[in-house]
């Protein structure tokens, strides 16, 4: 029982590795078509794509440490309680904090949202959490105050909240229904 469990997973694994490889391959096919049909932009789109690669070998090794630590010492049920189904007003707050607090790239919170969402957060947390780490940072209102003033940061701020949350909530609700329909379609009746 326990083998082919572990044989599944394997297969599943090895799936997932060849739909990236093919994902990784028709995007470069892609880039390939797009040069030659427009050979004058090789120069910049390869000064570009050299400045992200280095930029993301910077960043993240360091990421997927931090994500190896965050793996071990949070525990499920430290996740559960904080940002899980129950969690109601504070697990928002959090994950409101949680996103606005660091400064960086969107893609090295996905890392992070990943591994959340396995140790049982909840989904609407998450899209805060992503939501707030793209558009809600605690520097990037200081510079707005300062160049736009308090109204226009506050309204803007309380409006983005606001929003965020809505969409949290709207994402889940669509995500959990869509897993229920799933769910029901591939139960098969039981037949006396």
Same mark, same amino acid.
């Given at each position: 029982m326990n083998t082919e469990k572990?044989?599944?997973?394997?297969?599943?694994?090895?799936?997932?590795?060849?739909?990236?490889?093919?994902? $990784? &391959?028709l995007t470069i096919g892609i880039l390939l078509l797009i040069l030659f049909l427009y050979p004058e932009k090789t120069q910049p789109v390869t000064v570009t794509a050299w400045d992200y690669f280095m930029e993301m070998i910077i960043i993240l090794p360091a990421v997927m440490i931090i994500m190896g630590i965050f793996s071990v010492y949070i525990s499920d049920e430290t996740v559960v309680t904080y940002l899980g189904k129950a969690s109601g007003i504070k697990g928002i707050g959090l /994950?409101? #904090?949680? &996103? !606005?607090?660091? =400064?960086?790239? $969107?893609?090295?919170? #996905?890392?992070?949202? !990943? =591994?959340?969402?396995?140790?049982?957060a909840r989904t /609407?947390?998450?899209?805060? #959490?992503? /939501?707030a780490w793209a558009c809600i940072k605690l520097p990037q209102e200081l510079v707005e105050l300062q160049f736009l003033g308090f109204d226009f940061m506050l309204s803007r701020l309380l409006l983005?909240?606001?929003?965020?949350?809505?969409?949290?909530?709207?994402?889940e609700r669509l995500i959990d229904g869509s897993n229920k329909k799933n769910l029901s379609t591939t139960q098969k009746p039981v037949l006396d």
């Open positions: 572990k044989q599944k997973q394997k297969q599943k694994q090895k799936k997932k590795i060849l739909r990236d490889w093919m994902f $990784l &391959g /994950s409101l #904090f949680l &996103g !606005a607090l660091p =400064t960086g790239p $969107l893609y090295v919170a #996905f890392p992070m949202a !990943a =591994t959340l969402l396995k140790k049982g /609407s947390n998450i899209i805060v #959490f992503l /939501s983005t909240i606001g929003f965020v949350i809505l969409m949290g909530y709207l994402i």
